[in-house]
């Protein structure tokens, strides 16, 4: 049938309305309080925080930023470090560091985390220039692997990309760190930084096809997916939508969101990132679709493949649904893997403000998180083993610069971030954390003083009162 050309535009506009509708960012029921309105009181969680800010001091930037100079042809200032930072990984290490130190500055107000995350921004921005086209990174080869990416010749064994190790899991942390620099230092050229490697992104996979994007999305990738929609969010510029919308890796997101656990036999912290990004674009454009998939990501992990401690997986799998108790061993819970989850549920958390997800929120950091540091020297482990009689494994803090090392980065300068949220009307204490919450949009500041979970839950209070 013919339609008259009013006909076509009036369809037209309506298929624009319609999309336009959908982008519409969901109500939150619960927006987490976070850093600096939060500060940490004495207690294990501070002690945490302390010994990790310590650490974080103790590393040489110009040694997590030698390879960044390198690739950029720029004299290096410091010798790379070794561990994972020698490898295909290389140069993941300063984005977690770029996240850590920037929420540690939030999360404490100290000066020297602001100043460290602005010499990194700006060497960054200088190899950003160097390079010419917005790419900068530290990955070996990764301008090989990019460039035959952007021609659409793409190889993957699941964690390689072209023959080198998940290069945009490591651009995926740059952005991160680049991210959570503008957010937490308001460091505007760190915005501008992420954007000009964002716009890169864009270009390298400008010419793909929906089927060379599925080849690729089948090598691990974080969350490319979480921080272009961030990008969005913080731009309004719905090319980084677009961006998103091309790590979707639907393979996996489009069983979930219909219900079907297809999670055993997956790499557990490929997948975690995917739905946290998921989640973030439902945040952000309300597709019901990304929403569902993330919700029971969330049900199905937490309900079928989780530990008591909170962590899931063994040697880095996830296994069959419900035969947890069968699945114990000394490399059971990779840290990275809680990380995330804890990402994931404090985004699920302020859809509905469902206690479910705080039920998960206070176990986790509490048993596993919190388990995961070495009390005395700062060095985390990389599982969490839970065999009977099993030893934790501490990583080396200046030379294994693993996965598990980064996000221990951040694991605890982030203690803050879900003590409390609220809504429209009061305050939500989510977690007995000793600890101090300033409101000032409601002119509140509470106080609440505990040992838990040295002693018990019943010793904690908060006091209430408006300030002077
Ligand atoms: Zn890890």
């Known amino acids: 049938m013919r339609q008259t050309l009013a006909a076509v535009i009036t369809t037209a506009m309506a298929a624009h309305a319609a999309r336009a509708q959908a982008l519409q960012p969901i109500h939150l029921a619960a927006e987490p309080f976070r850093a600096p309105e939060v500060r940490l009181l004495d207690g294990p969680f501070a002690e945490a925080q302390a010994r990790d800010a310590e650490y974080l001091l103790s590393l040489d930037t110009d040694r997590l930023l030698a390879r960044y100079r390198a690739d950029a042809g720029l004299e290096p200032r410091a010798e790379g470090y070794g561990g994972w930072e020698a490898e295909g990984i290389g140069g993941h290490t300063l984005g977690h560091y770029l996240s850590a130190i920037s929420r540690m500055y939030a999360a404490t107000g100290d000066r020297r985390f602001q100043d460290r995350a602005a010499d990194i921004v700006a060497q960054l921005a200088e190899c950003q220039a160097a390079n010419g086209d917005g790419y900068v990174a530290a990955i070996p080869d990764g301008r090989r692997v ?60 400008d010419n793909l096809s929906p089927e060379q994007l599925h080849t690729m999305l089948r090598c691990e990738q974080g969350g490319m997916n979480e921080v272009a929609a961030d990008l969005y969010a913080l731009t309004g510029d719905a090319r980084y939508l677009t961006l998103a919308e091309r790590f979707n890796d639907h393979q996996v997101l489009d069983p979930l969101a219909a219900g079907k656990d297809i999670l055993p036999g997956l790499h557990a912290n490929t997948q975690v ?15 019901p679709a990304l929403g569902a998939a993330a919700l029971f990501f969330w049900n199905a992990v937490t309900a079928h493949h989780t530990y008591a401690t909170g962590g899931n997986s063994l040697n880095e799998y996830f296994g069959p649904p419900g035969a947890i108790a069968s699945r114990l061993d000394g490399n059971t819970t990779e840290t990275c ?54 030893q934790k494994p501490y990583q080396q803090l200046d030379s294994d610069f693993t996965c598990c090392v980064g996000t221990g980065m951040e694991n605890h300068a982030s203690y803050g971030d879900m003590i409390y949220s609220h809504d429209d009307e009061g305050i939500f204490v989510n977690l007995f954390i000793a600890s101090t919450l300033r409101w000032p949009d409601a002119g509140l500041q509470l106080t609440q003083e505990t040992r838990f979970p040295r002693r018990a839950a019943h010793h904690a209070h908060a006091l209430a009162r408006r300030p002077a």
């Open 146 to 205: 990019f460039a035959e990416v952007a021609r659409g010749d793409i190889r993957t064994k699941g964690f390689d990309l072209n023959g080198v190790w998940v290069p945009w899991y490591t651009i995926h942390k740059e952005l991160a760190g680049l991210r959570d620099a503008n957010l937490y230092c308001g460091n505007s050229q760190a915005l501008a930084v992420m954007r000009g490697l964002a716009d890169w992104a864009l270009r390298t996979t």
């Open 273 to 287: 990132p995917k739905l946290i990004g998921a989640a973030r674009q439902h945040e952000v454009t309300g597709d």
């Open 337 to 390: 893997n809680t990380y995330n989850m804890l990402r994931l549920t404090r985004r699920l958390h302020s859809w509905t403000a469902d206690a479910r997800h705080i039920d998960y929120y206070e176990r986790a950091p509490y048993t596993h998180t919190l388990a995961s540091q070495n009390h005395l020297t700062g060095a985390v482990c990389y599982y969490v083993p839970l065999r009977p009689g099993s």
